[in-house]
């Protein structure tokens, strides 16, 4: 028999601290589908996503009700569609509408994969298939697109990172009657995983088996709650506490995943052990730092209490999970946590120190919102800058960055739901155009020559 | 299966009673119950076996909640594994 404690535990992390699984994501390759011509190819993407996802609504709510744990998001990821509509990239739209038709189908809230793989070299149809992006996501309303740019063991791609700021400009001015809506569903990358359930960065890797299922953990408010009730405690004391409880966030995680997998049909593939906040309070990644004892989050301490908390959350979720991946530690979107929102409002939070931040947590700059008239070179500076540090560490780092069209600094853009508000932040004003339009590749660092 | 229900709330007479009738016309058998107060709040854990009962897990959940609103309880029912799955290594 169980014991109250643990019992009761569960029932109010559930209840009053959030916990929930984020997301469980169903991959499914698309690979099968390529036929003659894009029509014939949308239509079988459309049938198979339908068909292979059909019960995850019904299948992730019995799952809910049965184990008394919210499932917040279920969603898809599919191979990367460049690669499935190389041989007519003109086209590639067709194929992103009939994703966004099959998702809408399915009554899943997102769908990922509207990606590509650059992180070397673009070929013809790769740069068709990115001009087709904002087009698209201004046309669609699920689904999310990503773009991997760079890896630590081919280098960075600069052409692609140069084209990737005009890309962002114009999915902007494509939404720009929605605040530039279209960038929350566009993320740049370098190491991107192939097994990623959280959106927007989703896609279903070419290395991975037919259909599986990858889940999403979350429980920032389970780990705020248990810091709070050891407000003396030294850090090692902190990073003991946070294990444990990433453990058993983890735990449940992984029995989902499992049982999921087994009721749809599809092979179990990752549990993500990432902290993934949502705008409501007591459900955010800032608010978890300022309990670790700052003032503000942003202000010098941070990156060091980040760096400590994502290494504890790993450890602890490492041994709850018999296969661990996707991006797996701490997110920090800023529109999508309230106390990241109200740092940056206050002028605390600033690019920079985000920057620094993604050198230790998890993904990057986060629905981060800058100045609409932000120029596509120094969107590409941002990325370049992110990626340079996700090559040279070894580690995803990513951007989503929304230039909201006519907003300045100290306007705000407004999303709703899961995307939340984000305050404009400033971006410096020096130009980087020179570099960024060198274009070529940054070579592979010198630890890339493993071999 | 088995699943464990939890009833939390304010201490009153009957409760016990309630839930455990509610149960039987379910044909939910009850296997180990254990209660206790804490703080004034009644708190109850029970281990069911639903195997019995033709309703789906899901839906005795639903109407245990339901039942719970009714008597001023919080009723949870879960698959046993949950706990075990966070609690146990």
């Known amino acids: 028999m169980f014991n109250y404690k643990d019992v009761l535990e569960t029932i109010d992390m559930i209840e009053r601290e959030h916990l929930d699984i984020r997301t469980v ?106 001009l087709s992006i904002p087009e698209v996501l201004a046309s669609t309303d699920r689904l999310c697109s990503s773009v991997n740019v760079g890896s630590s063991k081919s280098g960075i791609n600069m052409d692609a990172v140069a084209l990737m700021g005009r890309i962002i400009k114009d999915t902007a001015k494509a939404t720009a009657d929605r605040d530039g809506f279209g960038c929350a569903k566009l993320v740049v990358f370098c190491n991107a995983v192939e097994d990623n359930p959280f959106m927007a960065g989703a896609f279903h890797g070419v290395g991975e088996s037919d259909t599986v299922i990858n889940v999403g953990v979350s429980g920032p408010g389970v780990v705020q709650h248990a810091i709070e009730a050891i407000p003396d405690a030294d850090l090692s004391d902190l ?40 705008p409501a309070r007591g459900d955010s990644v800032a608010q978890i730092l300022e309990e670790m004892g700052l003032e503000c989050v942003g202000t010098h301490g941070t990156t060091a209490c980040l760096a400590m908390l994502n290494d504890a959350v790993k450890k602890g979720g490492v041994m709850a999970s018999s296969r661990v991946g996707g991006l797996s530690g701490a997110f920090i979107p800023v529109s999508e946590d309230i106390g990241m929102i109200e740092a940056a409002e206050k002028g605390v939070l600033c690019l920079d120190k985000l920057e620094a931040m993604t050198a230790v947590c998890s993904v990057g ?38 230039p909201a069209p006519g907003k300045r600094v100290g306007d705000q853009v407004n999303f709703g739901g899961l995307l939340g508000r984000a ?29 | ?44 854990i029970m281990l069911v076996d639903p195997s019995g009962s033709d309703m789906e897990l899901a839906a005795l959940a639903e109407e245990c909640q339901k039942m719970g609103q009714k008597i001023g309880m919080s009723i949870h029912v879960q698959h046993e594994d949950i706990f075990n799955a966070m609690h146990n290594i």
């Open chain 1, 365 to 402: 700059l986060d629905m981060i919102a800058v100045p609409g008239d932000t120029s596509a070179d120094t969107i590409s500076a941002i990325i370049a800058d992110e990626a340079a540090i996700g090559m040279i560490n070894n580690k995803t780092t990513a951007v989503r960055i929304i």
């Open chain 1, 239 to 278: 990073a003991e506490m946070i294990k444990r409880t990433a453990f058993k966030i983890t735990r449940a995680g992984q029995l989902i995943a499992k049982e999921a997998a087994k009721r749809l049909n599809a092979q179990f593939g990752i549990v993500d052990l990432s902290l993934a906040p949502t």
């Open chain 1, 25 to 130: 994501t169903m991959g499914i390759s698309l690979l099968p589908c390529i036929r003659a011509t894009a029509e014939e190819t949308a239509r079988c993407v459309y049938d198979t996503v339908c068909k292979k996802a059909e019960n995850i609504v019904k299948v992730t709510g019995e799952l809910s009700r049965e184990y008394g744990i919210p499932i917040v998001n279920k969603r898809v990821s599919v191979t990367p569609v460049s690669l499935i509509c190389a041989p007519f990239a003109d086209k590639s739209a067709l194929i992103g509408r009939a994703l966004d038709d099959a998702a809408s189908e399915l009554g899943i809230d997102f769908l990922g994969g509207y990606s590509a793989l650059l992180h070397k070299g673009m070929a013809d149809y790769e740069q068709k298939f990115l």
């Open chain 2, 1 to 44: 299966m088995r699943a464990v229900v939890t009833v939390v709330g304010k201490d009153k007479t009957g409760i016990i009673s309630k839930v455990s009738t509610f149960l039987a016309e379910r044909k939910v058998n009850i296997l180990d119950i254990s209660q206790t107060i804490m703080d004034e709040y009644f708190a109850m």
């Open chain 1, 423 to 451: 305050p404009i932040m400033p971006v410096h004003e020096s130009s980087a155009s020179k570099f960024i339009r060198r274009g070529g590749l940054i070579p592979a660092p010198i630890h890339s020559n493993k071999n």
